[in-house]
T-cell receptor
């Protein structure tokens, strides 16, 4: 079965600084990759997804992610973080075998 | 409605009581999922429906957990004889198609506290 690792439990960045959240997966074929964001007391909201084609995908709220097959990674990036981006971020991996797994999440704190 | 709706938002129950959590998915979404999310953790899969058929219930932690979706729309997750370790946020999600390919749309969850 596939697995997802988010190596960073907690990241703190200053407002206006750039951000990169790491996601590594383990799966034998090309996966379907997703990033979600969760604010306190709310459900998960889809930021972006990768199925095939261009390995750099754009999402909502100014986020982007790049699929790197050689590194089994799908890192999330944002050039300039806003205070409202403080939240929990989850990477997820889906497969053609009708399965989807979520990472344990990375909590983002934004310093003023 | 426009999104996935879950009720109640908060539920407090005494150990040993039965609880029922409701999920109203996005209209037209074929697939429905239940997840359990412990504090500081990612969602853990519980069960998956395609229309009214429960295709995967491998994540249900014990036979005290039961889910149904009798008409292929609204779903109920029932927990019998609740235990303190059942305290968590229960998330429901729906999607247009298969579990692996389609993005899932989440409700805001039900926070269950067992005293």
């Amino acid at each position: 079965a596939q697995s997802v690792t988010q190596p960073d439990i907690h990241i703190t960045v200053s407002e206006g600084a750039s951000l990169e959240l790491r996601c590594n997966y383990s799966y034998g074929a090309t996966p379907y990759l997703f990033w979600y964001v969760q604010s306190p007391g709310q459900g998960l909201q889809l930021l972006l997804k990768y199925f095939s084609g261009d390995t750099l995908v754009q999402g909502i709220k100014g986020f982007e992610a790049e699929f790197k097959r050689s590194q089994s990674s799908f890192n999330l990036r944002k050039p300039s973080v806003h205070w409202s981006d403080a939240a929990e971020y989850f990477c997820a991996v889906g497969t053609n075998n009708n399965d989807m797994r979520f990472g344990a999440g990375t909590r983002l704190t934004v310093k003023p | 409605g426009a999104g996935v709706s879950q009720s109640p938002r908060y539920k407090v129950a005494k150990r040993g009581q039965d609880v029922a959590l409701r999920c109203d998915p996005i209209s037209g979404h074929v697939s429905l999922f239940w997840y359990q999310q412990a504090l500081g953790q990612g969602p853990e899969f519980l069960t998956y429906f395609q229309n009214e058929a429960q295709l995967d219930k491998s994540g249900l932690p014990s036979d005290r957990f039961f889910a149904e979706r009798p008409e292929g729309s609204v779903s109920t997750l029932k927990i019998q004889r609740t235990q303190q370790e059942d305290s968590a946020v229960y998330l429901c999600a729906s999607s247009l198609g298969s579990r692996g390919r389609q993005p899932q749309h989440f409700g805001d969850g039900t926070r269950l506290s067992i005293l």
